[in-house]
Structure formats: C-alpha cells, structure tokens
C-alpha cells in the first residue's frame, strides 16, 4: 500500500488539476502560453540546480567537477535500455488508453499532456528519497513539500495542456507506492552515495523536462529513466564517484 505521503501527493495533484481545468478557460491563452514558458524556466532551474549541487565541490577555494564520467555512463546506458524498451510509446499508449476510457478522444493535445506531466511530477530525486523516506523513516515531509509543487505545476499544465495532466496522478500513486513498497528490499543498497548519485540523474531529467516545456523539439525524456537505475548501480563502483 502507497504510504501516507504518496497519498497526499497524489491527491495534490487531483486537486489542482481539477482547479486548473476550471479556472482555465477564464484565463487568456496568451496567459496560459507565458504561465507554460514560466513554468518551462523553472523547471529547467531547479534540475540545474539540483544537478550541479551534486557536481561542483569546493577545493582550495576554487570549485572542481566530479561524478561526471557516471553521468555520462548512467544517461547512455539508460537510453540505450529506454529506447529498446521503447517506455515512451508504453507511456504513451496508457495515455491513448485513458483517452478512450474518459471519452476524451476530441481532445487531441490529451496524451501529450499526459506524458509530459506524468514524467514532470514522476522524475526527481523527491519522489524516490521521499518514498524511502516514508517507508523506513515513516517522515512524508519531503513528499508534502512535493505535493505543494505539484500541485502549483499540475493546476498550470491542465490550463495550458489540458486534462490529460491530471491523470498524472495515476503514474505517481503507481511509481512512487512501488518504491514505497520496495524500500525495505533494498535498503542495503541505498547509501548516502546511491542517494546522491540518483538525484543527480535524477535533476538532469528533470532539467530535459523543463527543455520539452519551452520548446518544440521533444527530448524523449520517458526513455532516458532507466538511467536513474544505472545511477544507483554505478555507484557501487569506487572509480566512478
């Protein structure tokens, strides 16, 4: 069963999603365009951010690089195993499905919604430590400060994407109550480096999500996830860290 804070994640996102489709159709689409950009921007800084955290140490009062080869080793082999899985056209065929059970097949722009907030509110080192966190700590706040954002960015992206955002929620309820339930399996493997590592993979998708946002060309971030996966395994390794 998802844990107390996946719940309430998930229910954040429902909510503003709801509010979203509602209010939406009272706020200009030259609005909805600039709140979608904004949105964009932001998305793309807090990956940034969060990416170079991990990367930039302090060193005799100058800044060096690490981990750098084991993100470079972790994002191609992970889309090598993404694009053979090919878990985009999966995603997207859930999002074709959903479609045609909520009878939103008028609505052309519904799967592409769907797959760019489902991968906007699922990618990040938030959602994975903060299902470990409630798991083994029983401590849901990192997933409370998620479902605050998630709910701002969910509430924007139906106004500007349309509903197809709000189901959203399904992945999230799936992937982080997944991870929730594991925790305690592989909770050996989780150390503070594995941690580490995963979230900064983790921010350079989450830093490609925020790119698909403000501009056409779509990176096919769905099949760069399992490159999270590699993150932890790699970490394993002494030479790479």
């Known amino acids: 069963m998802p844990g107390l804070g996946t719940i309430i994640n998930t229910a954040a996102i429902i909510v503003g999603g709801i509010i979203g489709l509602f209010f939406g159709k009272l706020i200009p689409e030259r609005m909805q365009n600039a709140l979608m950009m904004g949105n964009g921007i932001c998305v793309i800084f807090v990956g940034a951010a969060g990416a170079i955290s991990k990367m930039l140490v302090l060193n005799e009062g100058g800044f060096d690089t690490q981990k750098s080869l084991l993100l470079i080793l972790a994002i191609i082999c992970g889309i090598v195993v993404g694009e053979l899985l090919n878990l985009e056209k999966q995603i997207e065929r859930f999002g074709e499905w959903l479609k045609k059970k909520t009878k939103s097949t008028k609505d052309n722009g519904f799967t592409d919604a769907f797959l760019t907030a489902s991968c906007t509110v699922c990618i990040g080192a938030m959602a994975i430590i903060g299902s470990i966190n409630d798991a083994i700590f029983h401590d849901y706040s990192v997933l409370i400060m998620k479902a605050i954002l998630d709910f701002f960015i969910i509430c924007v992206m139906t106004c500007t994407l349309g509903k197809g955002a709000i189901f959203a929620a399904i992945p999230v309820a799936i992937w982080q109550g997944f991870v929730t339930l594991i925790a305690h399996l592989i909770q050996p493997?989780?150390?503070?480096?594995?941690?580490?590592?995963?979230?900064?993979?983790?921010?350079?998708?989450?830093?490609?999500?925020?790119?698909?946002?403000?501009?056409?060309?779509?990176?096919?971030?769905a099949n760069m996830l399992p490159a999270i996966l590699f993150a932890i395994g790699f970490s394993l390794i002494p030479g790479l860290n």
């Open 189 to 221: 493997v989780l150390t503070d480096l594995a941690l580490t590592d995963l979230s900064l993979v983790g921010n350079v998708l989450i830093f490609c999500v925020g790119l698909n946002l403000i501009r056409d060309k779509k990176i096919s971030v």
